[in-house]
């Protein structure tokens, strides 16, 4: 009987203890949106929310950086030729466009365009021109940023950072900016006219592609769809998508 009692008298001091340490926490008023309702929060709150991610995708000029030929691990069948930069991470809201005015407005949003055609979701909104455009490679700012940099790696054509969250439950994974630099090593223009320059459109569409949630291709036989990684002087291509581009595209928007 006797332990019994001190059991209870341990449970009964705990929960004093726990009472008084609960009230110890200072509150503080504050109003929830849209109801206008005043509640007491802690003053202070632990942050669970997850971590904000960045993928960085090269895009190498072709001779630059050696194919890979080799079958995918474990299969014998042709591979899809298209892949996600993580399952499930997609653009959630329609988002606009920032664009610096030393690049071609209309080659850029003629690649957006051609990735919104393909699937029923509006995957862009407006555009805005402006001269602070730039590539966020260590901070997002909120925007998505096309630009022409100097990239210090050589044969690098061009570069796209995506920010988003790529871990945890597929559902919760989103793309929330994505920033592209064109490199200024080469000299850009309209292959169509000039097949010397590199195709500022032909690129811009495959930089978006990443925007939006695909991964580069480098196996030899995906060398034909808009995401395959290598790109050369004069190519073309890569401005329209494969279906294997447009299979990728829908696997996350839907048709």
């Not at 990735?115 to 602070?132: E, H, M, R, V």
Request: hydrophobic share 40%; proline share 5%; glycine share 8%.
């Amino acid at each position: 009987m006797k332990k019994l009692i001190l059991i209870g008298t341990v449970l009964a001091t705990l929960v004093v203890a726990g009472v008084v340490a609960a009230q110890a926490v200072e509150r503080n008023p504050a109003t929830v949106v849209p109801s206008g309702q005043t509640v007491l929060v802690p003053d202070k709150a632990i942050d669970n929310s997850p971590a904000l991610e960045k993928i960085v995708y090269i895009h190498y000029k072709k001779d630059f950086a050696k194919p890979d030929n080799s079958p995918p691990a474990g299969k014998t069948k042709l591979p899809s030729c298209y892949g996600v930069l993580s399952k499930g991470a997609k653009l959630t809201t329609t988002e606009n466009l920032v664009v610096s005015p030393d690049l071609n407005l209309s080659a850029i949003l003629d690649s957006a365009n051609e990735w919104d055609s393909k699937t029923s979701p509006a995957l862009f909104g407006s555009y805005t021109i402006d001269s602070t455009a730039n590539w966020d490679s260590s901070t997002p700012d909120g925007r998505n940023e096309f630009s022409f940099g100097n990239y210090p790696q050589q044969g690098v054509i061009a570069i796209t950072v995506v920010w988003g969250y790529f871990s945890g439950p597929a559902s919760t994974r989103r793309i929330v900016e994505f920033d592209v630099l064109f490199d200024t090593d080469f000299i850009w223009g309209d292959a169509a006219t000039d097949p010397a320059v590199m195709d500022l459109q032909n690129i811009a569409t495959h930089e978006i592609g990443h925007g939006v949630g695909l991964a580069d291709m480098y196996q030899t036989v995906c060398g034909e769809v808009t995401m395959y990684g290598y790109s050369a002087n004069g190519e073309t291509e890569k401005r329209t998508l494969e279906q294997q581009d447009i299979n990728g595209l829908q696997s996350l928007y839907g048709i």
